[in-house]
């Protein structure tokens, strides 16, 4: 016997999108070790920790140090407290009533949106917009619930819902029966949202089809919109058709400490080839005992933290000092005659290029002549080709400096 | 359309072993509240962190405090000073020559053997010990790699490679064609240990047959006798063949911390079915990229500061209290006329019931009659009936306590 390789492994594309920007910055850096690059790429936080967070993680921590306090293994699915305060301050406050054997504490949304798949079939025919946070779409094609990539940059049997300038970045209801639909809201990588109205229509869309939404809200803590919901259970009947995602990351700057959850309902229902049905809490909760180990436990007690009155303030703080950025950088790019959407409910700014130029040239362009890193925008999928991605996460000075050297450029 | 289940979920058994021992004890606690039960059961750590363990966790949290030290995202496998002072810590002192990037950081070697099955095709034929550590089992049937269990209580398409006191605990080589070979060593639940050679064996049916073995090897640090090895590695020519799974649980007290790592190494290769050469090091770092954001920075600073000569030592104090706890047990119970192995490079003693009583029957017997809770055998695989598992986690006095409690029992 020979040990074999899963070769839906085989079918990705060869470079991840960000590893491919640090290659062509990492060369450029050599090349130009005097220029000062101004990072407006990967989506990661910089402000640091709150005080009120970093004070009950250090607290935790000297726990671990003292017998009578020291914490073993923790439940897999994380600690009550946790839970606790996640049900009372993230989703009472929407009128979302939602037992605490609903949340599923994780170490990032990038696992939990990547492992959620593992309970499906590979029978599911899968939708995702397009452009998409490639997450979703790797981890399918990882599992073998695709074929492989056409010339036109999309994989075999997956369903792309476009989101372009040209439908105001809402996607169609799928035109083709799906049994699972990812929707990511406020939208990684467009900053675009969905009213409340509109993603009704894709609940409806699902309680219809009996399909499944996942729905991603790592970026909800940005909206400043009312019309816009900020949990997909704020739509009747949600919670009988959609897994939700959070995460710290960007809500308190968590990309480096690691802490995020998801909801699954205990009203969620799949269905067996012989038409039986299984609760999808009760099959994570296996999936997640047997596959993981639960967060940290100074983590958790960082994250509780957040919930404090002291907490909430700081992290509002550090949103309202991304989003000022995002401000800049909209009505800046707006005023030198760039199409411009997002940065309003986001910290993510979706550019159109200029002159329809291809995403990886204007990369290329801006990191070149102002030293800017973005992100292109086809490499979230064929949909972004012809636009770009620009985060408001660096510091107010260097976003103002390199709005600055942008508006240098002849287009 | 209608959203399917995985089926393969559907043939688990329906109890996770602990949650059944939890369950049978919970029960207990209530009708018996007065009752001081001893906890041997699950492989859980008691003694705290040690100091500079501590020290560094705090100061890495501090530095997340402070925007000039604040980290986002860190590198998926881990940051280059501790795999730096893993290669150098675990494996310089081996004579095993490693590079930093055939170390990939992780959140838990549960997750870590979990995920690894992702890399290989379904139809690879998968071999266990009998009894086994069940996540090895169990993660291989949610993907499909087998059929139901049988009524013999092995699942089909499973090779187990029984291990009892008949053959002192030490696998024979498969009798059939197998693929990949899980191997953990000190083994989780008996106890036993292979020696070099009786390793090797291993290793030269692997490279003879193309097989791959994933030797979990997180209890090495309890290893107490010069001929058995600490890593795969020690014998010559596994960097062919193995994956090496380690975790800082066992060695430095890291179960509520959360950390681990896992050895690729770039000699290891695994084939398409067109007979092409794929790199595991470089599937395991794409699956790691696209599904896992990397371990908390202040958690790999704790790791770190285990490889410091205070570190070292202390961690060194805990594992001789455990192994002293371990040789109490394993005396006690000889003493008592019981088969007992295990516990010598162990924190698990693996005891024969008397009178070949079914494992359960045990359990329950030893809840009753002398309130201590350990596992049955029989959870970890059909070997395993008839035998029960007790740790050494314990504090020195109930391990003591509990084994007076044992010695009143008449078999």
Not at 124 to 145: E, K, S
Not at 272 to 281: F, I, R
Not at 310 to 322: L, V
Not at 337 to 350: D, E, K, Q
């Amino acid at each position: 016997m020979v040990v074999k390789v899963n070769e839906n492994y085989l079918l990705l594309k060869s470079n991840y999108l960000f590893a491919e920007v640090a290659n062509r910055l990492e060369k450029y850096e050599n090349e130009h070790p005097d220029k000062d690059v101004i990072a407006m790429g990967i989506g990661d936080v910089t402000k640091p920790l709150p005080k009120a967070v970093i004070k009950a993680f250090k607290d935790a921590v000297d726990e671990m140090g003292q017998a009578d306090t020291f914490r073993g293994y923790g439940p897999e699915h994380g600690y009550e407290f946790l839970r606790e305060a996640i049900v009372k301050g993230d989703f009472e406050p929407l009128g979302v009533d939602l037992d605490i054997d609903e949340i599923f504490v994780s170490d990032g949304a990038k696992c939990d949106t990547g492992n959620i798949q593992e309970l499906f079939a590979n029978s599911n025919t899968i939708a995702v917009t397009d452009p998409v946070y490639t997450v979703y779409v790797d981890t399918n094609v990882m599992a073998g619930r695709t074929g492989p990539m056409k010339d036109d940059g999309m994989y075999e049997g997956l369903v792309y819902l476009p989101c372009t300038a040209e439908n105001d970045f809402e996607p169609e209801l799928p035109s083709e029966p799906v049994d699972i639909i990812y929707l990511c809201y406020p939208n990684n990588p467009t900053g675009s949202t969905l009213t409340r109205d509109q993603l009704a229509k894709f609940v409806d869309y699902a309680r219809e089809n009996e399909a499944l939404i996942l729905f991603d809200a790592a970026y909800e803590r940005f909206i400043t919109e009312d019309n816009i919901p900020h949990s997909i259970y704020e739509i009747d009947g949600a919670k009988e058709v959609a897994i939700e995602f959070r995460s710290f990351s960007k809500t308190a700057g968590f990309t480096g400490a690691r802490c995020a959850y998801c909801v699954v309902p205990k009203a969620l229902k799949v269905k067996d080839s012989e038409g039986n049905e299984h609760s999808l809490n009760a099959l994570w909760d296996r999936r997640q005992t047997t596959k993981f180990n639960g967060v940290s436990y100074p983590v958790q007690r960082a994250a509780e933290a957040i919930y404090t009155e002291e907490g909430q303030k700081e992290i509002q703080e550090n949103i309202d000092y991304y989003l000022k950025n995002a401000k800049l950088i909209r009505e800046s790019l707006t005023d030198l005659g760039l199409t411009v959407s997002g940065g309003i409910n986001s910290p993510y700014i979706w550019v159109k290029t200029p002159n329809n130029m291809p995403s990886w040239e204007f990369f290329d362009l801006l990191l070149n002549e102002a030293n800017i890193v973005g992100t292109p925008g086809s490499g979230f999928g064929p949909s972004g080709e012809g636009y770009f991605r620009l985060t408001a996460f660096n510091t107010y000075e260097n976003t103002k400096e390199a709005m600055e050297r942008i508006s240098k450029l002849s287009f």
